[in-house]
């Protein structure tokens, strides 16, 4: 079992759907990232969170320690939002990274 | 200002052959990190610098992988004896404070390797 789990694996959606991605982990951690990757490979890290809340624009972050699960909202999605989002655990020096899911907005 | 940047952006060598890729990290991260990611594979942690301590090698696959920092700034990830199962795009990230994957990372374009 891997040690970050995300889903689903792959998204379709509609332009403007509220859409969520589900991330589990299974190890202690001291925060968990949420991370772009465009369909050209740039990565972008959208949020760190340890606990709590986060909302940077369209998009909102929760974390639940407690439980050891973590979702990415997007609301109002558009076709720019297509890409593929991983969810990555830092624990220690290190960085465990889900398999990623691929969100595909039509427009 | 600028970000991470990444030499080469396309590597392609022949099997058995030694590759050098760079990491140039934002000014003043202290934190460098390597990762791998294979052709349908996810991120893989390979290597992680804070400051002048002793790197974190927990991650690099085998002894052919190496890498140093030098001056606390720029890395350079070696692989010697390249192997096929070593095409896979190399990214580098860095962060402002480190450790234990707590700050923001800024990741840069990219090498991707291609062993023949």
């Known amino acids: 079992k891997n040690e970050v789990e995300q889903s689903p694996q792959n998204l379709t959606a509609q332009e403007g759907e509220f859409i969520t991605i589900n991330c589990s982990y299974s190890v202690g951690i001291s925060a968990l990232h949420w991370l772009q990757q465009h369909p050209g490979g740039g990565i972008v890290s959208l949020f760190m969170?340890?606990?709590g809340k986060k909302k940077h624009g369209r998009l909102i972050a929760t974390i639940n320690i407690q439980e050891k699960h973590s979702s990415l909202h997007i609301t109002a999605s558009h076709p720019r939002d297509s890409a593929v989002y991983i969810c990555?655990?830092?624990?220690?020096?290190?960085?465990?990274f889900g398999a990623g899911t691929r969100l595909t907005v039509k427009p | 200002g600028a970000g991470v940047s990444q030499s080469p952006s396309n590597k392609v060598t022949e099997k058995g052959k030694d590759v050098e890729l760079r990491c140039d990290p934002i000014?003043?991260?202290?934190?460098l990190y390597w990762y791998r990611q294979s052709l349908g594979q996810g991120l893989e942690f390979l290597i992680y610098?804070?400051?002048?301590?002793?790197?974190?090698k927990s991650g690099l696959p085998s002894d052919r992988f190496s890498a140093e920092r030098t001056g606390g700034s720029v890395s350079t990830l070696t692989i010697q004896r390249t192997q096929q199962e070593d095409s896979a795009v190399y990214l580098c990230?860095?962060?402002?404070?480190?450790?234990?994957?707590?700050?923001?990372?800024?990741f840069g374009p990219g090498t991707r390797l291609t062993v023949l």
């Open positions: 990230a860095s962060s402002a404070l480190g450790p234990k994957g707590t700050d923001t990372q800024y």
């Open positions: 000014s003043g991260h202290t934190a």
């Open positions: 969170l340890s606990s």
């Open positions: 990555a655990v830092g624990r220690n020096n290190d960085m465990r």
């Open positions: 610098f804070q400051g002048n301590s002793a790197p974190d």
